[in-house]
């Protein structure tokens, strides 16, 4: 297994703690908006609202981590890998938790009435994706081998697809408002493409540790 963290980071272990610090961010954001969606129906309007400020300030918490990164990689970093690679896995990071407070200010907004049961399974599917996108960090850190993490998001993306494409055929068929109907499908469209989001970080790792081997 190439140490990939080792190349991209050969002195600078505070790159190294910064995704971490990242990924762990992305988990607890995840884990927040997973909340949201599976105990949509049981949440008091009060609660619902605690959990998207919540996810607002982990979207400020991931800010901060990726200005910190940029700066440092600006003024300390001296790496054999492209800088526009390393800039790109942790912009990309970012944008997970940047999507995921718009996901859920859609849903405050929105006033969604309840939520789909092909919707829950789809943020599941994306809670399990950070779980293995977590591990492929550590992993990378420790020398391990990722690989079936790898495959697991990989996976992940496909049923995602399929959930996605269940659900809006079965939002189209049923008797819902039309205007709740066009509210579910955005955000159908939205998750999804935060599953699209979380894949194409992994394929980055995947992609340096070929192009380092």
């Known amino acids: 297994m190439v140490d990939v963290l080792g190349l991209i980071f050969p002195k600078e272990k505070k ?9 762990e961010n992305v988990t607890e954001t995840s884990l927040l908006f997973y909340d949201l969606i599976s105990e949509f129906s049981k949440l008091t309007p009060q609660k619902r609202k ?3 400020l919540l996810i607002q300030k982990k979207e400020r918490v991931g800010d901060e981590i990726y200005d910190k990164g ?3 990689l600006k003024a300390t970093f001296i790496t054999p890998m492209d800088r526009e690679d390393i800039h790109r896995l942790i912009g990309r990071i970012d944008d997970v938790v940047d999507q995921l407070e718009i996901r859920a200010l859609k ?22 994706q950070v779980e293995d996108l977590s591990s492929c960090i550590y992993g990378l850190g420790k020398k391990k081998d ?24 079965e939002l189209f068929t049923s008797k819902a408002d039309p205007m709740e109907v066009i509210k579910l ?29």
Not at 107 to 128: H, M, Q, S, T, Y
């Open 15 to 23: 790159f190294y703690s910064m995704l971490e610090s990242q990924v």
């Open 50 to 52: 605690k959990l998207v």
């Open 70 to 72: 940029v700066a440092e």
């Open 107 to 128: 849903i405050e907004a929105f006033k969604i009435k309840k939520i789909p049961r092909d919707l829950l399974e789809l943020v599941n599917i994306f809670k399990g």
């Open 146 to 169: 990722i690989n079936r993490y790898v495959l697991a998001v990989h996976e992940a993306e496909r049923k995602a697809d399929e959930v996605f494409i269940k659900g809006i055929a």
């Open 185 to 213: 499908k955005d955000l159908y469209e939205s998750v999804e493409k935060t599953v699209d989001l979380t894949y194409s970080i992994v394929q980055i790792i995947e992609n340096l540790s070929v192009k380092y081997a």
